[in-house]
């Protein structure tokens, strides 16, 4: 249902590369100082309103009250996307999904939420919904720019970093759905990887929503501490400054945790590392599908007893994810458009078909995790189960930035160099 809610999302995503107009009304505004701005509000409202309102319908959830419990439902969420735009903000790299749980948090635990709310809360509807559209935003092409240094520095990190820090998480008796989110944030790209791996797992929401909590907050120290350990341990490896620049990039690339801060970390060592960092990290990124396909395959291989067995094609297609596919049959057609030059602005860097796609995964994220906020209680949040959380977290944060900096010097260093890549 997800999948099919999403299909006329991405179809109104492609139509954007045609039409300036459609980009400009299906933006989110910064602010709310003009009359285009309400506009768009409004018609965001309209569209995540039919989406649920046809998914409640469908799935015969309760339409009662739904309206206005969405109402209030979108308007923090609003509050938060916006809050999240503040320059300031965007800057230390805190995105809108911190604020819609901080704010759900608020309304859960210091207000009363009548039954008449409760028709709109439906977070793991919405979380399906963004991860189908965001994987419009992830195309094949990006393998490409990369290279095969990235690529395989990519693949290995990712791999290995993710068993690491999945059997760490295990061992300190994280639950295995939370350590398998906790492994993809640390490895792939963060927020987004949580989200995907959450949907794919079930994690319990609490769980996700605190991961999710500790990939940001944590990226914000390490947007300054990864410049300067870059520029202090690089240059002792090679004189070559262009090859300096390429490490520190992909360095930087492969162990912020967030798109934003690793923009903001690779600006400060210079040009040519940012663009490095930038291409390591959409790389990373498109391997979300990958994790999330491997990881929803492991899942519904493991009977009720929770052994493995081989899994027939029936059991793996019955159990499976369905939305996961969605991602990835998102990501192949808009790749697919992109790369036979259907899109009018194929050859941009940053196409804006995939720009809209982000901005509605953006927005339903948002409202999925209001939704999360709503249904947790504080004390959920600071309990002892949690804790050790962070200190896997933690933990696996550091070898990732061992283990990716002998990745990027040997690839980028050592390697490419040698064989002319």
């Given at each position: 249902?997800?999948?099919?809610?999403a299909?006329p999302?991405?179809?109104?995503?492609?139509?954007?590369?045609?039409?300036?107009?459609?980009?400009?009304?299906?933006?989110i505004?910064?602010?709310?100082?003009?009359?285009?701005?309400?506009?768009?509000?409004?018609?965001?409202?309209?569209?995540?309103?039919?989406?649920?309102?046809?998914?409640?319908?469908?799935?015969?959830?309760?339409?009662?009250?739904?309206?206005?419990?969405?109402?209030?439902?979108?308007?923090?969420?609003?509050?938060?996307?916006?809050?999240?735009?503040?320059?300031?903000?965007?800057?230390?790299?805190?995105?809108?999904?911190?604020?819609?749980?901080?704010?759900g948090?608020?309304?859960r635990?210091?207000?009363?939420?009548p039954?008449?709310?409760?028709?709109?809360?439906?977070?793991?509807?919405?979380?399906?919904?963004?991860?189908?559209?965001?994987?419009?935003?992830?195309?094949?092409?990006?393998?490409?720019?990369?290279?095969?240094?990235?690529?395989?520095?990519a693949?290995?990190?990712?791999?290995?970093?993710?068993?690491?820090?999945?059997?760490?998480?295990?061992?300190?008796?994280?639950?295995?759905?939370?350590?398998?989110?906790?492994?993809?944030?640390?490895?792939?790209?963060?927020?987004?990887?949580?989200?995907?791996?959450?949907?794919?797992?079930?994690?319990?929401?609490?769980?996700?929503?605190?991961?999710?909590?500790?990939?940001?907050?944590?990226?914000?120290?390490?947007?300054y501490?990864?410049?300067?350990?870059a520029?202090?341990?690089?240059?002792?490896?090679?004189?070559?400054?262009?090859?300096?620049?390429?490490?520190?990039?992909?360095?930087?690339?492969?162990?912020?945790?967030?798109?934003?801060?690793?923009?903001a970390?690779s600006?400060?060592?210079?040009?040519?590392?940012?663009?490095?960092?930038?291409?390591?990290k959409?790389?990373?990124?498109?391997?979300?599908?990958?994790v999330?396909?491997?990881v929803?395959?492991?899942?519904?291989?493991k009977?009720?007893?929770?052994r493995?067995?081989?899994?027939?094609?029936?059991?793996?297609?019955?159990?499976?994810?369905?939305?996961?596919?969605?991602?990835?049959?998102?990501?192949?057609?808009?790749s697919?458009?992109?790369?036979?030059?259907?899109?009018?602005?194929?050859?941009?860097?940053?196409?804006?078909?995939?720009?809209?796609?982000?901005?509605?995964?953006?927005?339903?994220f948002?409202?999925?995790?209001?939704?999360?906020?709503?249904?947790t209680?504080?004390?959920?949040i600071v309990?002892?189960?949690?804790?050790?959380?962070?200190?896997?977290?933690l933990?696996?944060?550091?070898?990732?930035?061992?283990v990716?900096?002998?990745?990027?010097?040997l690839?980028?260093?050592?390697?490419?160099?040698?064989?002319?890549?």
């Open positions: 249902m997800a999948t099919l809610l299909t999302l991405l179809a109104i995503a492609g139509l954007a590369g045609t039409s300036t107009k459609i980009r400009e009304v299906l933006a505004p910064s602010t709310l100082h003009s009359t285009s701005a309400w506009i768009n509000i409004g018609l965001l409202f309209l569209i995540a309103f039919i989406t649920i309102y046809i998914g409640n319908r469908l799935l015969h959830r309760p339409l009662q009250g739904l309206f206005w419990s969405f109402v209030i439902l979108f308007s923090i969420s609003l509050v938060a996307q916006l809050v999240a735009k503040i320059p300031c903000v965007k800057y230390y790299g805190f995105e809108a999904v911190f604020f819609s749980v901080i704010f948090l608020i309304v635990n210091c207000l009363h939420i039954e008449w709310m409760r028709p709109a809360i439906q977070g793991e509807f919405f979380i399906k919904i963004g991860v189908v559209c965001l994987g419009a935003t992830i195309l094949f092409r990006d393998f490409v720019t990369s290279g095969v240094a990235g690529i395989i520095q693949c290995i990190v990712v791999s290995c970093v993710w068993l690491f820090a999945f059997g760490l998480a295990r061992k300190m008796r994280v639950e295995e759905r939370a350590a398998m989110t906790l492994a993809s944030g640390v490895t792939i790209c963060g927020v987004s990887a949580c989200i995907a791996t959450g949907g794919v797992t079930k994690v319990n929401e609490r769980h996700l929503s605190y991961i999710i909590s500790v990939v940001l907050i944590v990226a914000v120290p390490m947007i501490l990864m410049p300067l350990l520029k202090w341990i690089v240059p002792l490896l090679t004189e070559d400054v262009a090859v300096q620049n390429e490490i520190m990039g992909a360095w930087i690339g492969g162990t912020i945790d967030t798109t934003s801060g690793v923009a970390a600006e400060m060592v210079g040009e040519e590392a940012n663009k490095t960092a930038m291409i390591v959409a790389t990373q990124n498109v391997l979300i599908g990958v999330a396909f491997c929803a395959t492991y899942l519904a291989s009977s009720g007893d929770g493995l067995h081989r899994p027939s094609l029936r059991m793996v297609w019955e159990k499976f994810p369905k939305f996961v596919l969605g991602f990835i049959v998102a990501s192949l057609v808009f697919l458009l992109q790369s036979n030059h259907i899109f009018p602005d194929w050859e941009a860097r940053k196409l804006a078909e995939s720009t809209t796609a982000k901005n509605f995964s953006t927005f339903f948002s409202l999925a995790f209001v939704c999360i906020g709503m249904d209680r504080l004390k959920d309990s002892r189960e949690n804790r050790t959380i962070l200190y896997a977290f933990t696996a944060q550091g070898i990732n930035i061992i990716t900096f002998f990745v990027a010097w690839m980028f260093g050592v390697v490419k160099p040698m064989l002319g890549w």
